[in-house]
């Protein structure tokens, strides 16, 4: 398995929005003050990422139903976006905070869908009129580099940086479906991405068991300008990952490597990162909030 492709593709709905920047509370406050999500729901939903994703438990988002099954499309987002982005910059600043974005919390805003719909390129565009002062990318899609031109102009006017989801070395757990994109095509999109002078971050978030760390993070060391490494504990907005362990994800690692589901083992992958990586390995929240580069 190649993780080329996902094979069942959700309905999607096309819906107008009333806001589109959400201020940020929990896990996301101290990495930025807005989240921003083009999508409702996600097509990756029945891939790997989307298997061990906490955001099928919030009910707000789901509605009832299945997690991957559903695709709501914000036809209205970039035009939302240009109405409400001073209002939002005035309250982070009297919050003291960066105006920052974090795209996407929810869901990735590189589904295939957006090759047709095209809504996060139309909010990136509508940014650089409206620049946010932080702009934090978040993707476990390759596409990420069709927008390299327009990424490339933002950050003449936005602290960017792009963040490629690359859980670990291997393609595949047991039981489990493909990633929603091969290792080494997300490895090769940050290699472009770092070719063009955007700043690319790996996060190997959830930390899933890796085959060769040496090796893995030698590559990432190759591709991109740091790393950043969370575990479902304390990484899913639960001081206990108790959110993930609902999910079949924590079994198929468990079957893989039972040491991979404790807190530890990313204590591990961490040393060997900073080993390979020294001054470029993140942890957790704070390596999110790209506190430690």
């Known amino acids: ?57 919030n009910v707000f988002v789901t509605r009832g139903r299945p997690w991957g099954s559903f695709l709501e499309v914000r036809e209205n987002a970039a035009e939302v976006y240009r109405k ?16 920052s974005i974090f795209c996407s919390s929810s869901t990735d805003p590189f589904v295939p869908q957006e090759r047709k719909y095209r809504v996060t390129d139309s909010v990136l565009r509508a940014m650089i009129d409206h620049p946010p002062e932080e702009l934090i990318l978040q993707t476990h899609s390759p596409d990420v580099v069709r927008e390299i031109a327009i990424l490339d102009e933002l950050q003449t006017r936005s602290k960017l940086r792009v963040h490629v989801s690359i859980e670990s070395d291997r393609e595949s757990l047991p039981s489990l479906p493909p990633p929603a994109a091969s290792v080494e095509r997300r490895l090769e999109a940050c290699r ?25 993070f030698e590559r990432i060391a190759e591709v991109a300008d740091g790393v950043v490494v969370d575990h479902f504990i304390e990484g899913d907005g639960s001081s206990t990952g108790k959110r993930t362990r609902r999910t ?4 198929a690692m468990r079957a893989v490597d039972p040491a991979s589901v404790e807190l530890e083992y990313r204590d591990r992958m961490v040393e060997i990162a900073r080993q390979i990586l020294p001054g470029r390995v993140g942890v957790g929240q704070s390596g999110f909030a790209d506190r430690l580069f």
Request: hydrophobic letters at 35%.
């Open 1 to 57: 398995m190649t993780g080329e492709k996902i094979v069942i593709q959700p309905p999607e709905k096309g819906v107008l929005v009333r806001e589109i920047l959400t201020r940020c509370s929990g896990y996301l406050d101290q990495i930025a003050s807005h989240s921003l999500q083009p999508y409702r729901g996600c097509t990756f939903g029945r891939s790997l990422c989307g298997i061990g994703c906490y955001v099928q438990h």
């Open 84 to 99: 409400t982005v001073e209002r939002e910059r005035r309250w982070a600043e009297r919050q003291g905070k960066l105006f």
């Open 192 to 216: 472009q991405l770092r070719e063009a002078g955007i700043r690319v971050l790996v996060t190997v978030a959830p930390l899933l068991p890796i085959e060769d760390p040496h090796r893995f």
């Open 248 to 251: 079949p994800l924590v079994e």
